[in-house]
Nanobody, 122 residues
Framework: QVQLVESGGGLVQAGGSLRLSCAASGRTFRSYAMGWFRQAPGTEREFVAAIRWSGGSTYYADSVKGRITISRDNGKNTVYLQMNSLKPEDTAVYYC???????????????WGQGTQVTVSS
């Protein structure tokens, strides 16, 4: 069992930066791939980024490549999402998730956090 708690969301102006954190409980955290997804009002949840258990491979949605970086610290049981050059269209609730493989498909993730709101003003 893994419990995930996101933090770091907030209100930021366009062009600004935020770093989201996802703290995981459980000794098996380092066994899981981790993903970040987001959901804007009236839209379906979409993939943002994912990282292998080792941190050696990362994957990004085309819409965020070059602006967003996913990383993890297995010693701290935490995964991060560094978001730079934020745009109003990045406004959404951001969720972290844990699964066996890093994938864009949300149904392949077994555990989810409660989400953290990110709002980017123009």
């Amino acid at each position: 069992q893994v419990q995930l708690v996101e933090s770091g969301g907030g209100l930021v102006q366009a062009g600004g930066s935020l770093r989201l954190s996802c703290a995981a409980s459980g000794r098996t955290f380092r066994s899981y791939a981790m993903g970040w997804f987001r959901q804007a009002p009236g839209t379906e949840r979409e993939f943002v980024a994912a990282i292998r258990w080792s941190g050696g491979s990362t994957y990004y949605a085309d819409s965020v490549k070059g602006r967003i970086t996913i990383s993890r610290d297995n010693g701290k049981n935490t995964v991060y999402l560094q978001m730079n050059s934020l745009k109003p269209e990045d406004t959404a609730v951001y969720y972290c998730a844990a699964g066996l493989v890093p994938t864009t498909h949300e149904d392949r993730y077994d555990y989810w956090g409660q989400g953290t709101q990110v709002t980017v003003s123009s």
